[in-house]
């Protein structure tokens, strides 16, 4: 056999590639499940923290997280035409409504629970617009629907330092206590401000956080994200502010 020849070499780096493809595509199909697993993990680790469950960083063992969030977090579907839980459905079976308006009628929502499970607040998903792209997360609000928990984001592309500050522990400890109703209950939402909050106005004591130093795009979506989610939320919240009053 002529090793030098054109057809052998060419024969032998199609048989390489062709093996090597083989080993790629199974070592992926072996892991997609473990990967799927892994990114619901740290997404109900997201939501725990939000909702005040769990402190971020929780360096306890992956099952006695999940265990925490099977007893303590409770996903509903919202119908957000009426603001009511439909029990009858379920994430898969509103992923599975082909109409794309009807679809997005449905949404879920996480309901947090004490340990004897009575509720405590709700954890609702949030998407943003940034400087790179969308930004997902969770905005926690207390029984009351008013009062903030906590905030996460835990998909983004915004730059280190910058917009991506947005996961900077300090920054969003400041969103704990702030409230999204202002006078006459009207919603304001939460107010990314460019600068420092000044505590001793009072709008910006109760509704402002200090915003993201180089980061005005950012800072601007997540103003906005934040208020366009409570707005969609809102015949959900309704019936909690109805309660409050």
Known sequence: MNTSSNGYVLGFAVTVCVAMSTMLAFTSNSLSELQAAAKEFDRQKNVMVAGG???????????????????????????????????????????????????????PVAVALDADGKETGLILPIQCKGLWGPMF????????????????????????????????????EMWKGKTVLGAGDALVGITVKKGKVDAAVPAEKQHYVDGLSGATITSNGVTKGVRAELEAWKPLLNKYWAKKN
């Open 53 to 107: 469950l769990i402190q971020e960083g929780d360096a306890r063992p992956r099952k006695e997280l999940e265990a925490i969030y099977q007893k303590q977090v409770r996903t509903q579907i919202v119908d957000l035409q009426s603001g009511d839980f439909d029990a009858g459905k379920t994430p898969a079976s509103v992923e599975a409504i082909k109409d794309p308006k009807e679809r997005a009628r449905y949404r």
């Open 137 to 172: 997360g969770y905005l926690a609000l207390d029984r009351d629907a008013n009062h903030v928990r906590g905030i996460t984001f835990y998909a983004h592309k915004e730059t280190p330092g910058l917009g991506g500050e947005v996961d900077n522990p300090a920054w969003k």
